[in-house]
T-cell receptor
Framework: GAVVSQHPSRVICKSGTSVKIECRSL??????MFWYRQFPKKSLMLMAT?????????EQGVEKDKFLINHASLTLSTLTVTSAHPEDSSFYIC?????????????FGPGTRLLVL | QKEVEQNSGPLSVPEGAIASLNCTYS??????FFWYRQYSGKSPELIMF????GDKEDGRFTAQLNKASQYVSLLIRDSQPSDSATYLC?????????????FGQGTILTVHP
């Protein structure tokens, strides 16, 4: 149980294009999903909290107009990197919160590696 | 001051030994605590969670929580080379945080044959 998928796993795009990443909870419903970014040999950095049916909450310093988040259903959240530039190249990871004994427990997707040329 | 702090390591132990990973947190109201393992180039995977004081065992893994000392640890018994990874301690403040976690910077563990 508690499986989270991400698509695509890897994407290469040209500078200036937009890229959409999907995050799905496969065997549970997730009211809340999270989007992280991780640069090589660095810690996870939370970008935003995605809530089903409402606007995402962005962390300080994350541009909401550049990183568009849509949480259309209890099993799907999408992150769109708009007008991507080489500095946006990173490992993007989503997680979905499942309610259990420890309260809300985050389960991570496998990640999407983005390379912007 | 960091909210969740881990011994950054790297920690190197021989195969078969016990690996001890430590984590302290600053928010006394924190309610649940998680250990994730992250292999190089992969996303984190949940190993264990704990929310009550004391020990919690799952196979070769034991999590220990001491809320009075604001301390949580992970012990790995009979360490294997496949345990070599970065271990992330994460804390959930509870309440209306909706599962938002605060992560430590991670401890790199190397188990050598």
């Amino acid at each position: 149980g508690a499986v989270v998928s991400q698509h695509p796993s890897r994407v290469i795009c040209k500078s200036g294009t937009s890229v959409k990443i999907e995050c799905r909870s496969l065997d549970f419903q997730a009211t809340t999903m999270f989007w992280y970014r991780q640069f090589p040999k660095k810690s996870l950095m939370l970008m935003a909290t995605s809530n089903e049916g409402s606007k995402a909450t962005y962390e300080q310093g994350v541009e909401k107009d550049k990183f568009l988040i849509n949480h259309a259903s209890l099993t799907l959240s999408t992150l769109t990197v708009t007008s991507a530039h080489p500095e946006d190249s990173s490992f993007y990871i989503c997680s979905a919160a499942n309610t259990g004994l420890a309260g809300e427990t985050q389960y991570f997707g496998p990640g999407t590696r983005l390379l912007v040329l | 001051q960091k909210e969740v702090e881990q011994n950054s390591g790297p920690l190197s132990v021989p195969e078969g030994a016990i690996a001890s990973l430590n984590c302290t947190y600053s928010d006394r109201g924190s309610q649940s605590f998680f250990w994730y393992r992250q292999y190089s180039g992969k996303s984190p995977e949940l190993i264990m969670f704990i929310y009550s004081n004391g020990d919690k065992e799952d196979g070769r893994f034991t999590a220990q929580l001491n809320k009075a000392s604001q301390y949580v640890s992970l012990l790995i018994r009979d360490s294997q080379p496949s345990d070599s990874a970065t271990y992330l301690c994460a804390v959930n403040a509870g309440g209306t945080s909706y599962g938002k976690l605060t992560f430590g910077q991670g401890t790199i563990l190397t188990v050598h044959p």
